[in-house]
């Protein structure tokens, strides 16, 4: 089974580059979800992989989502992306239940090096 990679963010651009990037360089399946809601229609607790997402999203912003994912006990290993962070924010975020954080933009050849050591 390929691992699973989903992407929760409403840049579209960010979406499909990032879903280029995995479909290229990775054997991983990609999902792509432009907003939480729309994620949490699809998703059920036997999901296994990596989530991305992004704090700032419009109708459930991203730190909700990292909480109920958590609430939910998930299985995917969680990776918050934004744009604008602080350290404060980053320490919130983690605390939250997010297992890492990462700074837009970020080294994509360093992405997948960290996301690969990671047994899933």
């Known amino acids: ?4 990679v989903v992407i929760v963010d409403d840049n579209l651009s960010f979406c499909q580059s990032m879903s280029f990037m995995f479909e290229i360089l990775t054997d991983y399946k990609v999902l792509v979800y432009n907003n939480a809601v729309d994620f949490l229609t699809d998703y059920t607790l036997d999901w296994k992989g990596f989530v991305l997402i992004d704090l700032l999203m419009p109708t459930l912003s991203g730190l909700a989502l990292i909480e109920k994912l958590k609430k939910l006990n998930s ?16 320490n919130n975020v983690l605390q939250k239940g997010a297992d890492d954080f990462l700074l837009k933009p970020f080294d994509v050849s360093k992405f997948l090096e960290k996301i690969s050591s990671v047994a899933i």
């Open 1 to 4: 089974m390929k691992t699973r």
């Open 75 to 90: 299985k995917l290993y969680i990776i918050a992306i934004s744009g604008h962070a602080d350290t404060s924010i980053i």
